[in-house]
């Protein structure tokens, strides 16, 4: 018996029709950990560097956490992994709420989609039973409708369900996976709707065994106590309602304008009032003492649910109020697209309109008003009619299919992905290598474990340091209580503080932790319950596996270094990584460069950005040395060298 | 006296996030906390994001035979279900029935020797959706002794034919012995 993951894999073929429980290699935990890390590797192992993502030889993977379906609170993220339309790169997407658990339930650590059904099925998984069921009868369905329906069918409101709208179903480069009110971002949904499959409907009746029951439940309970009285944790936007921050210092339209001085009392009141009057509750993931979503039903709209800086892209960018925003996400939802993507490609498109690149010709039937063409190029996009098949494809690649001088209007993507509307003034040494280097393509996915700014006075530092439990090593405090203007650090300490930012983020990405509880949101007072210190014991305790800190992080580098190697052989290149040339106002190239090949060499990278066969040698990775060498990616005849 | 020991449920302070159907199975595996399985729980969350619906219920009796469950309740401009508010272990639903063995589940407040202070899926509900109270209620007057097997049948024939007959057929029978 394995203690914590199942041992089992789902193996679904599309295209075949069938579905096939596989027992997994015992001893992949110990070098991938779960999640991500060991999706990675199926990624590495089975889906050839030439694959097209439209190709039924694409894989679409659905990963529990390691430590899912544990005692361990707020460990419930669904990671979900394919190759992206978009970028041609490995897609990172993630999403909160119950479905993870519930596969483990079942006695599945993933489920690994590939193939092409011949026309829209759902997967339905009850424990054992696994059948790929008929879904033309959903065509068209929302998200959470979808899963409402499937409930009702299935006579089971017990069933979790992850399903994609009409966005998905028209392969809609910015089309979500969603559940509950929970969404996987960043471009999965297209591949899912790719594969026909509306929607994957999972119900378990089993066991989740850990190994050491009485400490880990101690541990566990220790953990829930002090996340359920911390502010540290959890979305603070879920009860902070000054929100003076997006909207002063974000870019609004399309990742265009800042408006400092925007927020003010009589917003916030009103914007408050909006809220709480029509607020049903605020919810939680599974065994998550946070509540960090919002459940909204305005009358005369679809009740729907968001969190964080979601909440604000849409009016921003189309330089409205939260009500719109309300209105709007409760139709967005049920289409099933990304809310930080989507309002830039429709900001994007209403531009180009404004410069004549495109006309009023592409817009047949726009209205005049910009909630009115939000609305229309919304309901173009899902439904890829005229400009918005362009458009569904995504900024970067609408802007090359329209050309024209369209490519200039393409200016806040990095890898063809849509960046986070930030455009500041002065160069910040750890965000230029975070937004040039990440490979989750969104700042949020590497960002968050060292504080965004420093503290003013020695003695706030000072106090900080003191109860900063999660540093994984004494040498960040002293970083930080010598840090005192943004930009003003050394560059060894901004690649050790880039290098902690993103293995807080492997980490939980492979275990199955939230990053409010950990990854994203120590920068915001420190105080993570989750943390190096704390999470190798809590895998000892659920696994049985030997683990300390030491080898943790050589866990995260290993699965770091092999999603880079992944990238790698689908053409990743130093070239590409360039955070969005206005993202500040004042760069310096020469800069710049110097910095990423320090970086590069800290991370064992040769000068492109490509891991050394001593690196891979290192961690294990010979195979993919191998693979580099034979690929003519990597030259043999460099070797071991750096 | 005696001790009642209660669960306050609020169904409008409840997040959704099953804490407590984790806590619960965690702690009646065997050895304790051994496994998690959600389905062993004696509390389920009956939830229903469409419709704002959040209730925790607790295990009850065990029924053979399921209802119809035809009821709807309004409350507050909201529908619940019958179910949403139904203890009992039936055929109708899989909540409190032990998926290997198919026996009933039924909450025991964590009964545990020393006793706990309150029940686990109290202990976890950081909101207060869950709320355990004790309080001591008068013990009602004991009913008079239990009657013997005997006194229950002559008790029943009497009522049945009255108690003149019975006498005049016990001394009949008597005498014809």
Same mark, same amino acid.
């Not at chain 2, 409008?12 to 399985?37: L, V, W």
């Given at each position: 018996?394995?203690?914590?993951?199942?041992?089992?894999?789902?193996?679904?073929?599309?295209?075949?029709?069938?579905?096939?429980?596989?027992?997994?290699?015992?001893?992949?935990?110990?070098?991938?950990?779960?999640?991500?890390?060991?999706?990675?590797?199926?990624?590495?192992?089975?889906?050839?560097?030439?694959?097209?993502?439209?190709? @039924?030889?694409?894989?679409?993977?659905?990963?529990?956490?390691?430590?899912?379906?544990?005692?361990?609170?707020?460990?419930?993220?669904?990671?979900?992994?394919?190759?992206?339309?978009?970028?041609?790169?490995?897609?990172?997407?993630?999403?909160?709420?119950?479905?993870?658990?519930?596969?483990?339930?079942?006695?599945?650590?993933?489920?690994?989609?590939?193939?092409?059904?011949?026309?829209?099925?759902?997967?339905?998984?009850?424990?054992?039973?696994?059948?790929?069921?008929?879904?033309?009868?959903?065509?068209?369905?929302?998200?959470?409708?979808?899963?409402?329906?499937?409930?009702?069918?299935?006579?089971?409101?017990?069933?979790?369900?992850?399903?994609?709208?009409?966005?998905?179903?028209?392969?809609?480069?910015?089309?979500?996976?969603?559940?509950?009110?929970?969404?996987?971002?960043?471009?999965?949904?297209?591949?899912?709707?790719?594969?026909?499959?509306?929607?994957?409907?999972?119900?378990?009746?089993?066991?989740?065994?850990?190994?050491?029951?009485?400490?880990?439940?101690?541990?566990?309970?220790?953990?829930?106590?002090?996340?359920?009285?911390?502010?540290?944790?959890?979305?603070?936007?879920?009860?902070?309602?000054?929100?003076?921050?997006?909207?002063?210092?974000?870019?609004?339209?399309?990742?265009?304008?800042?408006?400092?001085?925007?927020?003010?009392?009589?917003?916030?009141?009103?914007?408050?009032?909006?809220?709480?009057?029509?607020?049903?509750?605020?919810?939680?993931?599974?065994?998550?003492?946070?509540?960090?979503?919002?459940?909204?039903?305005?009358?005369?709209?679809?009740?729907?649910?968001?969190?964080?800086?979601?909440?604000?892209?849409?009016?921003?960018?189309?330089?409205?109020?939260?009500?719109?925003?309300?209105?709007?996400?409760?139709?967005?939802?049920?289409?099933?697209?990304?809310?930080?993507?989507?309002?830039?490609?429709?900001?994007?498109?209403?531009?180009?309109?404004?410069?004549?690149?495109?006309?009023?010709?592409?817009? @047949?039937?726009?209205?005049?008003?910009?909630?009115?063409?939000?609305?229309?190029?919304?309901?173009?996009?899902?439904?890829?009619?005229?400009?918005?098949?362009?458009?569904?494809?995504?900024?970067?690649?609408?802007?090359?299919?329209?050309?024209?001088?369209?490519?200039?209007?393409?200016?806040?993507?990095?890898?063809?992905?849509?960046?986070?509307?930030?455009?500041?003034?002065?160069?910040? @040494?750890?965000?230029?290598?975070?937004?040039?280097?990440?490979?989750?393509?969104?700042?949020?996915?590497?960002?968050?474990?060292?504080?965004?700014?420093?503290?003013?006075?020695? #003695?706030?530092?000072?106090?900080?340091?003191?109860?900063?439990?999660?540093?994984?090593?004494?040498?960040?405090?002293?970083?930080?209580?010598?840090?005192?203007?943004?930009?003003?650090?050394?560059?060894?300490?901004?690649?050790?503080?880039?290098?902690?930012? #993103?293995?807080?983020?492997?980490?939980?990405?492979?275990?199955?932790?939230?990053?409010?509880?950990?990854?994203?949101?120590?920068?915001?007072?420190?105080?993570?319950?989750?943390?190096?210190?704390?999470?190798?014991?809590?895998?000892?305790?659920?696994?049985?596996?030997?683990?300390?800190?030491?080898?943790?992080?050589?866990?995260?580098?290993?699965?770091?270094?092999?999603?880079?190697?992944?990238?790698?052989?689908?053409?990743?290149?130093?070239?590409?990584?360039?955070?969005?040339?206005?993202?500040?106002?004042?760069?310096?190239?020469?800069?710049?460069?110097?910095?990423?090949?320090?970086?590069?060499?800290?991370?064992?990278?040769?000068?492109?950005?490509?891991?050394?066969?001593?690196?891979? #040698?290192?961690?294990?990775?010979?195979?993919?040395?191998?693979?580099?060498?034979?690929?003519?990616?990597?030259?043999?005849?460099?070797?071991?060298?750096? | 006296?005696?001790?009642?020991?209660?669960?306050?449920?609020?169904?409008?302070?409840?997040?959704?996030?099953?804490?407590?159907?984790?806590?619960?199975?965690?702690?009646?595996?065997?050895?304790?906390?051994?496994?998690?399985?959600?389905?062993?729980?004696?509390?389920?969350?009956?939830?229903?994001?469409?419709? +704002?619906?959040?209730?925790?219920?607790?295990?009850?009796?065990?029924?053979?035979?399921?209802?119809?469950?035809?009821?709807?309740?309004?409350?507050?401009?909201?529908?619940?279900?019958?179910?949403?508010?139904?203890?009992?272990?039936?055929?109708?639903?899989?909540?409190?029935?032990? @998926?290997?063995?198919?026996?009933?589940?039924?909450?025991?407040?964590?009964?545990?020797?020393?006793?706990?202070?309150?029940?686990?899926?109290?202990?976890?509900?950081?909101?207060?959706?869950?709320?355990?109270?004790?309080?001591?209620?008068?013990?009602?007057?004991?009913?008079?002794?239990?009657?013997?097997?005997?006194?229950?049948?002559?008790?029943?024939?009497?009522?049945?034919?009255?108690?003149?007959?019975?006498?005049?057929?016990?001394?009949?029978?008597? +005498?014809?012995?």
């Amino acid at each position: 018996m394995r203690y914590a993951e199942t041992g089992f894999n789902l193996e679904v073929d599309l295209t075949r029709g069938t579905c096939e429980r596989v027992a997994t290699q015992h001893d992949l935990a110990e070098h991938y950990l779960g999640g991500q890390g060991s999706a990675a590797k199926l990624l590495w192992d089975r889906v050839p560097a030439g694959t097209d993502p439209f190709s @039924p030889d694409n894989l679409l993977i659905f990963s529990t956490g390691l430590l899912h379906g544990t005692p361990l609170p707020a460990c419930n993220r669904t990671v979900v992994n394919t190759f992206s339309p978009q970028t041609n790169l490995m897609s990172h997407s993630l999403f909160g709420g119950f479905f993870g658990p519930e596969m483990k339930y079942a006695g599945y650590d993933k489920i690994i989609i590939r193939g092409k059904a011949p026309d829209l099925v759902y997967l339905y998984i009850n424990n054992d039973k696994v059948e790929i069921r008929d879904a033309k009868h959903l065509r068209g369905k929302g998200c959470t409708e979808t899963g409402d329906l499937l409930k009702k069918e299935l006579k089971d409101q017990g069933v979790q369900v992850a399903a994609i709208g009409m966005a998905g179903e028209n392969r809609v480069f910015m089309a979500t996976i969603d559940h509950n009110y929970a969404s996987a971002a960043r471009g999965v949904g297209v591949i899912m709707g790719d594969k026909r499959l509306k929607a994957i409907a999972v119900r378990g009746t089993s066991a989740v065994n850990v190994a050491r029951p009485a400490e880990l439940f101690e541990m566990s309970q220790r953990i829930h106590q002090k996340m359920a009285g911390s502010s540290g944790c959890g979305d603070w936007m879920a009860v902070d309602e000054d929100d003076s921050f997006h909207h002063n210092h974000f870019a609004w339209g399309n990742a265009r304008t800042r408006r400092p001085g925007y927020w003010n009392e009589e917003l916030q009141d009103r914007w408050t009032r909006l809220k709480y009057d029509n607020m049903d509750r605020q919810t939680g993931c599974y065994n998550c003492p946070k509540k960090c979503r919002n459940v909204i039903k305005m009358p005369g709209h679809p009740r729907f649910g968001y969190k964080c800086f979601g909440k604000d892209t849409y009016h921003m960018a189309a330089y409205l109020e939260l009500d719109f925003s309300f209105e709007i996400l409760a139709v967005a939802q049920e289409y099933g697209v990304d809310s930080y993507s989507m309002p830039q490609v429709i900001a994007f498109a209403l531009e180009l309109l404004e410069a004549g690149i495109l006309t009023d010709k592409d817009f @047949p039937g726009m209205p005049a008003d910009v909630k009115g063409r939000f609305f229309y190029l919304l309901e173009k996009i899902v439904r890829r009619e005229g400009i918005g098949d362009i458009l569904a494809d995504s900024v970067s690649q609408a802007a090359r299919r329209i050309g024209n001088g369209a490519e200039a209007f393409d200016h806040n993507t990095t890898k063809k992905f849509e960046q986070l509307p930030i455009k500041l003034g002065k160069l910040n @040494p750890a965000y230029f290598l975070m937004i040039a280097t990440g490979e989750k393509m969104s700042i949020t996915q590497i960002e968050g474990s060292f504080p965004q700014d420093p503290l003013p006075t020695e #003695e706030q530092r000072q106090e900080f340091v003191n109860g900063w439990e999660a540093v994984p090593d004494e040498k960040f405090k002293e970083y930080f209580l010598n840090w005192k203007k943004r930009s003003d650090i050394s560059d060894e300490a901004t690649c050790d503080i880039v290098d902690w930012n #993103e293995a807080m983020h492997y980490i939980d990405d492979s275990l199955g932790f939230c990053g409010f509880v950990s990854s994203f949101r120590g920068q915001f007072g420190g105080d993570v319950p989750y943390h190096m210190n704390n999470i190798p014991e809590a895998i000892e305790l659920a696994t049985g596996m030997q683990m300390d800190k030491p080898k943790l992080w050589k866990n995260f580098q290993r699965i770091r270094t092999l999603i880079r190697a992944i990238n790698v052989r689908r053409g990743l290149r130093r070239k590409h990584e360039r955070p969005p040339e206005d993202h500040w106002a004042v760069r310096d190239e020469k800069y710049e460069q110097e910095l990423l090949s320090k970086y590069y060499t800290f991370k064992g990278w040769n000068s492109e950005g490509i891991p050394t066969r001593q690196t891979l #040698e290192e961690l294990d990775l010979a195979y993919v040395a191998d693979d580099l060498e034979k690929s003519g990616i990597l030259d043999p005849t460099v070797g071991a060298s750096r | 006296m005696k001790t009642v020991r209660e669960i306050l449920v609020n169904v409008d302070k409840c997040t959704g996030c099953r804490a407590c159907e984790m806590a619960c199975s965690a702690f009646h595996s065997n050895p304790k906390f051994s496994s998690i399985n959600p389905a062993n729980s004696r509390i389920r969350v009956v939830s229903n994001e469409i419709t +704002d619906e959040y209730v925790p219920v607790f295990a009850g009796n065990y029924t053979k035979a399921g209802c119809d469950g035809r009821h709807v309740y309004m409350i507050d401009g909201k529908i619940y279900s019958e179910c949403s508010f139904c203890r009992a272990s039936c055929p109708t639903r899989d909540y409190f029935i032990e @998926p290997d063995s198919h026996l009933p589940l039924k909450c025991d407040m964590c009964e545990s020797t020393p006793p706990l202070k309150q029940p686990w899926c109290v202990e976890v509900c950081s909101e207060g959706a869950l709320v355990y109270s004790e309080r001591e209620v008068e013990r009602e007057e004991p009913v008079q002794a239990a009657l013997g097997q005997v006194e229950t049948g002559l008790q029943a024939l009497m009522k049945q034919h009255g108690t003149e007959a019975v006498i005049a057929r016990l001394t009949q029978m008597r +005498d014809q012995k």
